[in-house]
Protein backbone atom coordinates (compact mmCIF):
# COMPACT_ATOMS: atom_id res chain seq x y z
CA UNK A 1 0.00 0.00 0.00
CA UNK A 2 1.53 3.50 -1.23
CA UNK A 3 2.14 5.63 1.84
CA UNK A 4 3.07 9.39 0.91
CA UNK A 5 4.54 11.66 3.79
CA UNK A 6 4.65 15.20 3.78
CA UNK A 7 7.22 16.64 6.31
CA UNK A 8 6.68 19.04 8.31
CA UNK A 9 2.44 19.74 8.62
CA UNK A 10 3.19 23.48 8.75
CA UNK A 11 5.61 26.08 8.49
CA UNK A 12 6.38 29.61 8.09
CA UNK A 13 8.64 31.65 6.01
CA UNK A 14 9.37 35.31 5.52
CA UNK A 15 8.47 37.26 2.60
CA UNK A 16 10.82 36.62 -0.41
CA UNK A 17 12.34 33.36 0.88
CA UNK A 18 12.00 30.49 -1.51
CA UNK A 19 9.66 27.65 -0.04
CA UNK A 20 11.29 23.87 -0.38
CA UNK A 21 8.35 21.32 0.45
CA UNK A 22 9.04 17.75 0.72
CA UNK A 23 7.15 14.87 -0.79
CA UNK A 24 8.33 11.47 0.18
CA UNK A 25 6.74 7.70 -1.12
CA UNK A 26 6.92 3.93 -0.78
CA UNK A 27 6.27 2.92 -3.38
CA UNK A 28 7.78 3.71 -6.71
CA UNK A 29 5.79 2.01 -9.53
CA UNK A 30 3.79 5.08 -9.81
CA UNK A 31 2.58 6.55 -13.42
CA UNK A 32 2.54 10.17 -11.79
CA UNK A 33 2.78 12.56 -8.85
CA UNK A 34 1.16 15.73 -8.51
CA UNK A 35 0.89 18.61 -6.07
CA UNK A 36 -2.13 20.75 -5.83
CA UNK A 37 -2.61 24.03 -3.52
CA UNK A 38 -5.39 24.10 -1.29
CA UNK A 39 -6.99 27.23 0.18
CA UNK A 40 -9.63 26.93 3.73
CA UNK A 41 -12.77 25.70 2.77
CA UNK A 42 -11.93 25.69 -1.44
CA UNK A 43 -10.88 22.84 -3.77
CA UNK A 44 -7.32 21.94 -5.04
CA UNK A 45 -5.76 23.81 -7.46
CA UNK A 46 -3.80 21.57 -9.79
CA UNK A 47 0.07 23.27 -9.37
CA UNK A 48 2.01 20.69 -11.70
CA UNK A 49 2.10 17.03 -12.84
CA UNK A 50 5.39 15.08 -13.03
CA UNK A 51 5.07 11.81 -15.03
CA UNK A 52 7.09 8.96 -13.58
CA UNK A 53 9.52 9.45 -16.86
CA UNK A 54 10.01 13.09 -16.21
CA UNK A 55 12.47 14.29 -13.45
CA UNK A 56 11.12 17.82 -13.42
CA UNK A 57 8.51 20.01 -14.15
CA UNK A 58 8.35 24.24 -14.41
CA UNK A 59 5.56 26.90 -14.13
CA UNK A 60 6.74 30.39 -13.19
CA UNK A 61 7.82 30.12 -9.54
CA UNK A 62 6.93 27.00 -9.06
CA UNK A 63 9.21 23.83 -9.81
CA UNK A 64 8.77 20.19 -8.58
CA UNK A 65 11.22 17.49 -9.15
CA UNK A 66 10.79 13.85 -9.11
CA UNK A 67 12.56 10.82 -7.68
CA UNK A 68 11.57 7.68 -8.67
CA UNK A 69 14.77 5.57 -7.12
CA UNK A 70 15.00 7.53 -3.64
CA UNK A 71 10.68 7.46 -3.74
CA UNK A 72 11.01 12.07 -3.11
CA UNK A 73 9.80 15.09 -4.92
CA UNK A 74 10.41 17.97 -3.68
CA UNK A 75 8.09 21.34 -4.91
CA UNK A 76 10.02 24.93 -5.13
CA UNK A 77 8.29 27.75 -4.66
CA UNK A 78 10.77 31.06 -5.23
CA UNK A 79 10.72 34.72 -3.64
CA UNK A 80 7.47 32.96 -1.78
CA UNK A 81 5.05 36.07 -1.24
CA UNK A 82 1.96 36.07 1.18
CA UNK A 83 -0.22 34.89 -1.57
CA UNK A 84 1.08 31.74 -1.25
CA UNK A 85 -0.24 31.30 2.36
CA UNK A 86 -2.03 27.68 1.41
CA UNK A 87 -1.94 23.81 2.49
CA UNK A 88 0.57 22.45 -0.66
CA UNK A 89 -0.90 18.31 -1.28
CA UNK A 90 1.13 15.98 -3.11
CA UNK A 91 -0.29 12.86 -4.46
CA UNK A 92 1.03 10.09 -6.84
CA UNK A 93 -1.19 7.62 -8.89
CA UNK A 94 0.09 4.00 -9.50
CA UNK A 95 -1.50 0.69 -8.90
CA UNK A 96 -5.58 1.60 -9.59
CA UNK A 97 -4.71 4.08 -6.45
CA UNK A 98 -4.24 8.02 -6.03
CA UNK A 99 -2.48 8.08 -2.68
CA UNK A 100 -2.36 11.67 -0.68
CA UNK A 101 -0.13 13.47 1.90
CA UNK A 102 -1.35 14.79 4.62
CA UNK A 103 0.00 18.57 3.35
CA UNK A 104 2.34 20.81 4.36
CA UNK A 105 0.20 23.72 5.90
CA UNK A 106 1.81 27.28 4.78
CA UNK A 107 2.20 30.82 6.27
CA UNK A 108 4.10 33.39 4.13
CA UNK A 109 4.58 36.09 6.74
CA UNK A 110 4.92 39.88 5.49
CA UNK B 1 -11.24 25.31 -19.73
CA UNK B 2 -9.84 23.45 -17.41
CA UNK B 3 -13.41 23.85 -14.71
CA UNK B 4 -15.07 21.55 -12.53
CA UNK B 5 -18.12 23.05 -11.85
CA UNK B 6 -19.93 22.03 -8.32
CA UNK B 7 -23.04 23.11 -6.73
CA UNK B 8 -24.33 23.63 -4.47
CA UNK B 9 -21.37 25.27 -2.97
CA UNK B 10 -23.43 25.05 0.75
CA UNK B 11 -25.86 22.37 1.87
CA UNK B 12 -27.46 22.09 5.21
CA UNK B 13 -29.67 18.85 5.50
CA UNK B 14 -31.35 17.18 8.37
CA UNK B 15 -30.79 13.53 9.01
CA UNK B 16 -34.27 12.49 6.73
CA UNK B 17 -33.83 14.61 4.00
CA UNK B 18 -33.35 13.66 0.30
CA UNK B 19 -30.35 15.87 -1.53
CA UNK B 20 -28.23 16.05 -3.86
CA UNK B 21 -24.87 17.32 -5.34
CA UNK B 22 -23.90 18.16 -8.84
CA UNK B 23 -21.08 18.43 -10.82
CA UNK B 24 -20.16 19.02 -14.60
CA UNK B 25 -17.01 19.26 -16.80
CA UNK B 26 -16.93 19.86 -20.35
CA UNK B 27 -13.20 19.02 -20.91
CA UNK B 28 -14.33 15.43 -22.48
CA UNK B 29 -12.39 13.64 -19.41
CA UNK B 30 -13.19 10.13 -19.24
CA UNK B 31 -13.20 9.77 -15.71
CA UNK B 32 -15.00 11.52 -12.93
CA UNK B 33 -14.32 10.97 -9.47
CA UNK B 34 -16.32 11.64 -5.83
CA UNK B 35 -14.00 12.91 -2.83
CA UNK B 36 -14.77 13.65 1.01
CA UNK B 37 -12.43 15.94 3.08
CA UNK B 38 -13.10 16.24 6.70
CA UNK B 39 -10.86 19.19 7.91
CA UNK B 40 -7.21 19.12 8.00
CA UNK B 41 -7.18 15.55 6.54
CA UNK B 42 -6.17 15.19 2.79
CA UNK B 43 -9.04 14.38 0.75
CA UNK B 44 -10.59 10.44 0.80
CA UNK B 45 -11.74 8.71 -2.23
CA UNK B 46 -15.69 7.49 -2.52
CA UNK B 47 -16.48 6.77 -6.14
CA UNK B 48 -14.58 6.87 -10.16
CA UNK B 49 -16.37 6.58 -13.14
CA UNK B 50 -14.58 5.93 -15.77
CA UNK B 51 -16.87 5.79 -19.42
CA UNK B 52 -19.75 6.30 -17.42
CA UNK B 53 -19.50 3.45 -15.85
CA UNK B 54 -19.34 2.77 -11.88
CA UNK B 55 -15.34 1.67 -11.85
CA UNK B 56 -14.99 1.96 -7.97
CA UNK B 57 -16.79 1.98 -4.73
CA UNK B 58 -14.39 2.33 -2.02
CA UNK B 59 -16.86 0.44 0.57
CA UNK B 60 -19.02 3.69 0.89
CA UNK B 61 -22.36 3.75 2.76
CA UNK B 62 -25.69 3.45 0.91
CA UNK B 63 -26.92 6.49 2.35
CA UNK B 64 -24.74 7.86 -0.76
CA UNK B 65 -25.57 7.02 -4.35
CA UNK B 66 -23.42 8.34 -7.35
CA UNK B 67 -25.04 8.69 -10.34
CA UNK B 68 -23.16 9.67 -14.18
CA UNK B 69 -25.95 10.44 -16.45
CA UNK B 70 -23.98 11.25 -19.45
CA UNK B 71 -20.14 11.36 -20.13
CA UNK B 72 -20.29 15.79 -18.87
CA UNK B 73 -22.12 15.15 -15.45
CA UNK B 74 -21.76 13.40 -12.08
CA UNK B 75 -24.25 13.88 -9.23
CA UNK B 76 -24.08 12.33 -5.85
CA UNK B 77 -27.70 11.31 -4.19
CA UNK B 78 -27.68 11.59 -0.72
CA UNK B 79 -30.38 10.55 1.78
CA UNK B 80 -30.49 9.63 5.74
CA UNK B 81 -26.88 10.95 5.79
CA UNK B 82 -25.70 11.38 9.78
CA UNK B 83 -23.93 14.25 11.38
CA UNK B 84 -20.51 12.39 10.74
CA UNK B 85 -21.19 13.02 7.10
CA UNK B 86 -20.72 16.29 7.75
CA UNK B 87 -17.53 17.32 5.23
CA UNK B 88 -16.35 19.43 2.15
CA UNK B 89 -17.31 16.76 -0.99
CA UNK B 90 -14.98 17.28 -3.66
CA UNK B 91 -15.63 16.68 -7.42
CA UNK B 92 -12.88 15.72 -9.63
CA UNK B 93 -11.85 14.77 -13.51
CA UNK B 94 -9.02 13.41 -15.64
CA UNK B 95 -8.84 12.93 -19.34
CA UNK B 96 -8.14 9.17 -19.36
CA UNK B 97 -9.91 6.53 -17.17
CA UNK B 98 -9.18 4.85 -14.39
CA UNK B 99 -6.71 2.00 -14.80
CA UNK B 100 -4.52 3.56 -17.10
CA UNK B 101 -2.09 6.60 -16.97
CA UNK B 102 -4.95 9.18 -15.66
CA UNK B 103 -2.93 12.36 -16.13
CA UNK B 104 -4.09 15.35 -14.84
CA UNK B 105 -6.80 15.75 -12.13
CA UNK B 106 -8.39 18.63 -11.74
CA UNK B 107 -10.78 19.28 -8.80
CA UNK B 108 -14.08 21.84 -8.57
CA UNK B 109 -14.29 24.10 -5.37
CA UNK B 110 -16.46 21.68 -3.10
CA UNK B 111 -19.31 21.29 -1.73
CA UNK B 112 -19.61 21.89 2.02
CA UNK B 113 -22.34 19.77 3.32
CA UNK B 114 -23.83 20.16 7.19
CA UNK B 115 -25.63 17.40 8.37
CA UNK B 116 -28.30 18.37 10.89
Known amino acids: KQEVTQIPAALSVPEGENLVLNCSFTDSAIYNLQWFRQDPGKGLTSLLL?????REQTSGRLNASLDKSSGRSTLYIAASQPGDSATYLC?????????FGKGNQVVVIP | DTEVTQTPKHLVMGMTNKKSLKCEQHMGHRAMYWYKQKAKKPPELMFV???????INESVPSRFSPECPNSSLLNLHLHALQPEDSALYLC???????????????FGEGSRLTVL
Open chain 2, 49 to 55: YSYEKLS
Open chain 2, 92 to 106: ASSQAPWGSNTGELF
Open chain 1, 91 to 99: ATYGNNRLA
Open chain 1, 50 to 54: IQSSQ
